[in-house]
């Protein structure tokens, strides 16, 4: 889910407006930053998530879900870079709009 808010009060008719939404502050410009998470299912599947949270213009901020992927590989620092890195390629994230960077780890 791309950029779903993570209130867990919207419906489905609500999730593509704030799609949009939230792909267009990005594309704007607007600073943000970024937290990474890192978690274990009781299966032991590790998944790891990318959350953007972005300041807008009334110093606001609104949180973006980026992405989430499933860690086939060991969860070490290179998987880790290169995921944030893949993920702001792909969204054509300017480096001059991250603010921040916070990683954590929950197994």
């Given amino acids: 889910m791309l950029f ?7 419906s489905t008719i609500q999730v593509p407006l704030l799609t949009s939404e939230r792909r267009q ?3 704007d410009g607007l600073p943000f ?3 990474s998470d890192l978690r274990r299912s009781s299966q032991r ?9 972005i300041f807008t213009n009334t110093y606001e901020t609104v ?3 980026l992405g989430c ?7 070490v620092s290179t998987n880790i ?4 890195t893949f993920d702001l390629n ?6 001059e709009q991250i603010t921040s960077i916070t990683t954590r780890v929950c197994m």
Avoid at 45 to 53: F, N, P, Q, R, W
């Fill in 4 to 10: 779903a808010s993570q209130n867990n009060d919207n």
């Fill in 25 to 27: 502050e990005l594309h």
């Fill in 33 to 35: 930053a970024l937290t």
């Fill in 45 to 53: 599947v590790h998944y790891i998530s990318l959350t953007g949270h």
């Fill in 63 to 65: 949180p973006a879900v």
């Fill in 69 to 75: 992927l499933r860690i086939i590989d060991r969860n």
């Fill in 81 to 84: 870079e290169r995921y944030i």
């Fill in 90 to 95: 792909r969204l054509q994230i300017k480096p």
